[in-house]
């Protein structure tokens, strides 16, 4: 109650059942489809294969970054986009998803606005007994805090609420830990084998909760364990580990997680706390919805960035022949800055993994070919700088301002060329 009151569990018959039986075929079918993937991150300049297979579902054009690998989003059905799924079952499944999106953003509301009214409350009946007040003032006080607890729940900046619990996609997960040849344990309080290690969710907008459907396939030939059980876990059983971040004198927190089970990860909790998916012997799906930061993480954001840099060339009406309206330091250091952000952040984080969600849907390949064009112009760019320096009329201290950033962002652009070359 005290180190863990932003976790909120669900147990499955919570749920509606309709939505169980929507979500779990979905899982089934993405699975059935080989729509999940082992990603390649990198950690610490290695890279390596997660143990937990995975794909990333959400609105059209957005992404999610985590470990130094960029996700790419299989669309879930939105209006107004054209959106061709590689089968009628794969289009199903996101549906579902969407479906469940929907729930949980409900759900995650209702739980902030109770835990909201809880705390006014506690900070209220704190205040009543400070001051000591009689008892038939008290009384009053406790009326006037139950009208107070309403009028702020009503009043809470709805937009910021919103915000923060609007899921924009959802990471799925897939692993059947049978298959593992290892698993590493868990150190700090011998809870078993993990999944997951201990970690914080990446890339998230601030104090934005973290919603997750869990469904392992459990079976009658995945009894409750009768082997001595770890620290009072069953090993045979799925959980979700929790912790207080960098601290381990505090004991840490282990949740059974069975067919249909829901928790929430509420408010600030995700970077109060660390973490970590505890395995059971049968296979398991999740479902993590997510607020994830699209400041820079969407299609939107990184062609408006584009029309940007190409605002600074501009084509001779005569001899249709291109050159650069500024030379500004300034001005080149952002173009260049682009051109590294176009190539590095999404051209080959989609060439090198996202071609794989073909399987599902072909729907990034149209917005892929328009930012190669945009590349081959920012390439076109960089050379007309080169050129224009070289020549001797540029006043000089210019010149070597423009030179100095330039070379700058031409050195990071050859040292990530090659680390990209050697993955």
């Not at 409900?106 to 400070?130: P, S």
């Not at 344990?185 to 890339?203: K, T």
């Not at 999740?286 to 940007?308: F, K, M, N, P, W």
Request: aromatic share 10%; proline share 3%; net charge negative.
């Amino acid at each position: 109650k005290t180190k863990y009151s932003k976790l909120i569990f669900r147990k499955s018959d919570t749920v509606p059942e309709e939505l169980h039986h929507m979500v779990q075929e979905s899982f089934l079918a993405l699975r059935e489809h080989n729509c999940f993937f082992q990603d390649l991150v990198r950690i610490k300049g290695k890279d390596f294969l997660t143990p937990v297979s995975r794909i990333l579902i959400g609105n059209p054009g957005c992404t999610y970054k985590y470990l130094n690998t960029r996700l790419f989003t299989v669309p879930w059905p939105a209006e107004s986009y054209d959106i061709k799924y590689c089968s009628p079952q794969i289009h199903d499944a996101c549906k579902a998803l969407l479906r469940l999106n929907d729930y949980l953003h409900t759900e995650t509301v209702k739980a902030l606005q109770g835990q909201n009214l809880f705390e006014n409350k506690e900070i209220k009946d704190t205040a009543v007994i400070d001051r000591k007040q009689s008892f038939a003032t008290s009384l009053t006080e406790q009326e006037s805090v139950s009208k107070d607890q309403s009028s702020v729940c009503e009043s809470e900046d709805d937009r910021s609420l919103k915000n923060r619990t609007s899921y924009n996609l959802t990471l799925l997960n897939y692993m059947d830990p049978l298959q593992m040849l290892y698993l590493k344990q868990e150190p700090y309080f011998g809870m078993g084998s993990m999944a997951v290690s201990w970690h914080h969710d990446e890339n998230l907008v601030e104090r934005s909760p973290v919603a997750v459907y869990s469904y392992s396939c459990e079976d009658s030939s995945v009894q409750e364990s009768n082997e001595q059980e770890l620290k009072g876990r069953d090993s045979a059983v799925w959980h979700v580990g929790l912790k207080v971040a960098w601290d381990i004198e505090t004991p840490g927190l282990a949740v059974p997680l069975h067919q249909g089970d829901i928790y929430l990860m509420l408010d600030d909790l995700n970077m109060t706390h660390q973490h970590c998916v505890l395995a059971g012997l049968s296979p398991r799906f999740s479902s993590t919805h997510r607020v994830a930061d699209s400041s820079r993480g969407t299609l939107e954001y990184i062609l408006g960035q584009c029309e940007l840099a190409l605002q600074n060339l501009q084509t001779d009406s005569d001899s249709m022949a291109l050159s650069l309206k500024s030379l500004e330091a300034a001005v080149v250091k952002q173009v260049e800055e682009i051109h590294n952000e176009v190539e590095f952040e999404w051209l080959r984080q989609f060439w090198f993994q996202g071609k794989r969600y073909l399987k599902c849907t072909d729907w990034w390949l149209k917005p892929m070919a328009k930012l190669e064009e945009f590349w081959r112009k920012l390439e076109i760019m960089t050379s007309l700088v080169l050129s224009e320096v070289r020549k001797e009329q540029q006043i000089e201290e210019q010149r070597n301002e423009t030179i100095s950033c330039f070379l700058l962002l031409l050195k990071e652009r050859q040292k990530l060329r090659k680390e990209w070359t050697a993955r």
